[in-house]
Each structure stands twice: as structure tokens, then as C-alpha cells.
């Protein structure tokens, strides 16, 4: 894949991207593959918060998103508030210049353009500005692939957000309610289009895989603590919030069942933590996963799956597994409506163990009737995605004239994407 003048087509890759978090890891790998398998001739390389992983694991070279390494700590000594003020005024630039040595720049999938947990405008909403800005002065192309919305209370936040959207070259929404909270926030939104969740590009897990430990159910867990603007009583909903899935941990462990404890970011482990204390018992054990694919291996080998995080219930929605979701954003709730299992949807912000237990039996129930829906609505999901990726050579490589590969050949080249995409010489 060439430029106009003959020259390999650079692409960055922009996010918090190896920072412990694996769904953000997972749209990332997803678009990797996409890259590796339609332009192998590009020059890749990322802008994101855990440069060193995102070169170990992806192989590709990787610059640090902020200048001042402690942008997320709580600042609270003059020398540190001095140094995130400077720092913000150093990223412009260096996102600048980042920028400009790119024809196209991605932002694959993640809710960048949400506030559904806490968030501050000044982090990475004031980046995701400054990257769509320096796109719309330079000429790059940035793209918002695949991405998550919400509208937003916080008037700074709303604005960067907005702006941010209307500057990029390319947008599209992991699901209806993202396309409608932009529309809502001010956005022409007419042109955009809504496919499913990146991460449904990765492999499955092979079928018919014999069970690890029948009757095993995975339960996903979340430091969760409410949203941006739940602040004021984040540690009561947490507080709630672990009481309620504990007691449902304990009650799954006096019918025998033996319960997988799965997380999605690095900040879940205290959960987990507080979980094995409370329960106390053999049954209970946690998975270390490292990525979304191991995510899928635990909860392919499950008869079903409860999970909070956005990407546990992906995972277990593209492993064909039976799956409640504790629901804390819009996104949870229209995943698994679009899914088929709408009505398999608890409150996590309100988790009332007795009436979770008797929604999961209702899940296990019709387990295999939903096993069915899952494969159908994968196999749609799987559709809509190639249709994706190549509304998005059309938008972003359109002098290519290359020619999309058969959806089976894509996944064969994703399998081996990890580390083969070309890199950018340092």
C-alpha cells in the first residue's frame, strides 16, 4: 500500500493502548489484523499509554501518549500540579508533530467518546482533542473506527468531546446508542455508520472444546465505582456493588458450582482480592488473563458467564457462551439486546443477589436455545464487520485500488498479525 507520491502509507494507532485495560487492547489487535491482512505494505506505528507493551506484544514501535509521566496521578503538590500544567502544554506539540509524520491515523474502537466512568476533561479527552485537531491542520486522516458514546453531563468534557468528533475525517459507533448520544451532543452524524464491537473480528475459541470443570460459571468482576457523575457516592455503589456480587458468588458455591473470577483491567484485582477473602472456599478461583483471547478460553470452557466489563461480555458473546450482564452504561444493554439475550440484564449499580440468582437459573434454563442465538448472531456480527473494514479502505485508502480478501483469508492473516505488521524504523 503506497501514498500519491509512491511512499509506503504510514498509520498511527492512537489510545490508551497497554495499559492494563484488555478490551482497549483486544479493538487494537482487532484493527492490527485488518492491517496485516488488507495493506501489509503499511508502516505502523502507535501513540499510546504503555509504549513498552504495545512494542512487546504487537511488535510495532510505540511513543508514550503523555510527556509527564505522572498525567495520572492525583496531583496534589505544587511541583506535580506544575508539571501536568507544563505537560499539557508540551503533548500539543508533540502530538502534533507525531501527527503530521502519518497519512492516516486510527482510534481503534474503545469509549473514547463516553463518560461512564469517572473521568477528568483535561486527561484523555484533552488528548483525543489535540490528536483530531492536529489531523484537521495537517491533513491526516484520523479515524474514530468502531468507537463508544455517551452523552455527557460535564460542560469541558461535552465540548472537547464534541469537538473532537466533529474534527476527525472518519467516524463509526460500536452500537446505535453511540451514534444517537453524538447526534444529541451536536454532531452530523448522517454519514456515520454503526457495526459491531471490534472485538468480534478476533478468532473464537474453537467449538466442542471438552469442559475444564463442569458446571463452572465465569464471573466477570469491575472495580466499579459508578460514573463520571456518580462521584459523590462512588464508594457506596462500590461498596453495593461487591456486597451484591459477592453474595452471589457465595450462593453459586453452596450448589457446588465452581466460579472463575475474570477481570478486564489491571485496577480489578482488589475485587477479585476482596471476593477470594470473602468466600473463602476451594470453588473459587481466578483467571489471569492477558489478553481477550485468554478472556474467550475461560469462558468458552464455561456453562455460563456474569460479567460487568464491556469486553468480559463481548468475550463471552463471541465464545457462544450463555452470558448475564451486570450492566453499568447503555453500551451493556444494547450489546446483549443485539445479541439476543436482552433479557438477561441486572443493574450493577443496584445488585440485588436474589433476584441475579433468579436470572441466572432462567439463563441456564435455556442455555441451549440461547447457544443457537449466539452462533446465529455471531456469524451476523462477523458479516457487518467485514462490510466495516472495507467502508473503511474505501474512506481512509482510496488510492490503493487493493481488493478485500474473502472474510475466511482475513481471519487466516489475523491469526498471524501479532507482530508482522510492518514497522516504522525508529
Not at 503499511?42 to 509504549?51: E, H, I, M, R, S
Not at 462490510?387 to 482475513?410: D, E, I, M, N, W
Not at 489475523?414 to 514497522?423: E, F, L, S, V, Y
Request: aromatic share 6%.
Amino acid at each position: 500500500m503506497t501514498s500519491a507520491g509512491g511512499s509506503p502509507v504510514r498509520v498511527g494507532v492512537f489510545g490508551l493502548l497497554g495499559s492494563g485495560n484488555l478490551g482497549n487492547d483486544g479493538s487494537l489487535e482487532a484493527v492490527l489484523g485488518y492491517l496485516r491482512a488488507e495493506h501489509p505494505e503499511a508502516v505502523v506505528d502507535a501513540l499510546c499509554g504503555g509504549p513498552e507493551v504495545v512494542t512487546a506484544r504487537y511488535g510495532i514501535p510505540a511513543t508514550r501518549l503523555h510527556w509527564y509521566r505522572g498525567e495520572y496521578r492525583t496531583a496534589s503538590r505544587a511541583g506535580a500540579i506544575a508539571g501536568k500544567g507544563l505537560g499539557k502544554l508540551v503533548d500539543a506539540f508533540r502530538t502534533a508533530a507525531w501527527v503530521r509524520r502519518h497519512d492516516v491515523v486510527i482510534v481503534p474502537g474503545m469509549g473514547v467518546l463516553e463518560a461512564t466512568l469517572p473521568l477528568r476533561p483535561w486527561g484523555f479527552p484533552y488528548a483525543l482533542f489535540l490528536l483530531c485537531a492536529s489531523g484537521r491542520l495537517s491533513g491526516s486522516r484520523v479515524a474514530l473506527v468502531g468507537v463508544g458514546a455517551a452523552r455527557i453531563a460535564n460542560p469541558s468534557t461535552r465540548a472537547l468531546v464534541r469537538w473532537s468528533a466533529r474534527l476527525a475525517a472518519y467516524r463509526s459507533y460500536r452500537d446505535v446508542p453511540s451514534r444517537d448520544a453524538m447526534r444529541a451532543m451536536g454532531v452530523d452524524t448522517a454519514r456515520d455508520e454503526v457495526h459491531p464491537d471490534l472485538a468480534f473480528a478476533l478468532p473464537a475459541p474453537p467449538a466442542g472444546q471438552p469442559p475444564v470443570a463442569p458446571g463452572r460459571v465465569c464471573v466477570g468482576v469491575m472495580d466499579f465505582h459508578g460514573g463520571d457523575d456518580d462521584r459523590d457516592r462512588g464508594e457506596e455503589i462500590h461498596r453495593r456493588y461487591l456486597e451484591g456480587t459477592t453474595r452471589f458468588v457465595r450462593a453459586l458455591v453452596e450448589d457446588g458450582r465452581p466460579v472463575r473470577l475474570l477481570t478486564g483491567d489491571a485496577c480489578d484485582a482488589p475485587v477479585v482480592a476482596a471476593i477470594l477473602d470473602a468466600v473463602d472456599s476451594p470453588l473459587v478461583t481466578a483467571a489471569e488473563a492477558a489478553s481477550l483471547a485468554d478472556l474467550m478460553k475461560e469462558t468458552a470452557a464455561a456453562d455460563a458467564v456474569v460479567a460487568t466489563r464491556y469486553h468480559n461480555l463481548v468475550c463471552a458473546l463471541r465464545s457462544g457462551t450463555p452470558t448475564l450482564s451486570l450492566s453499568y452504561a447503555a453500551k451493556s444493554d444494547a450489546l446483549m439486546a443485539e445479541m439476543g439475550l436482552g433479557a438477561y440484564c441486572h443493574p450493577a449499580r443496584e445488585v440485588d443477589a436474589d433476584r441475579l440468582l433468579e436470572q441466572f437459573r432462567s439463563l441456564e434454563k435455556r442455555s441451549a436455545e440461547l447457544r443457537e442465538t449466539l452462533t446465529e448472531r455471531n456469524r451476523a456480527a462477523a458479516q457487518r464487520l467485514d462490510r466495516h473494514f472495507t467502508a473503511l479502505t474505501a474512506a481512509l485508502f482510496p488510492a490503493t485500488g487493493r481488493t478485500r480478501a474473502p472474510a475466511p483469508a482475513r481471519n487466516q492473516d489475523h491469526a498471524r498479525a501479532q507482530g508482522h505488521t510492518r514497522q516504522e524504523t525508529p
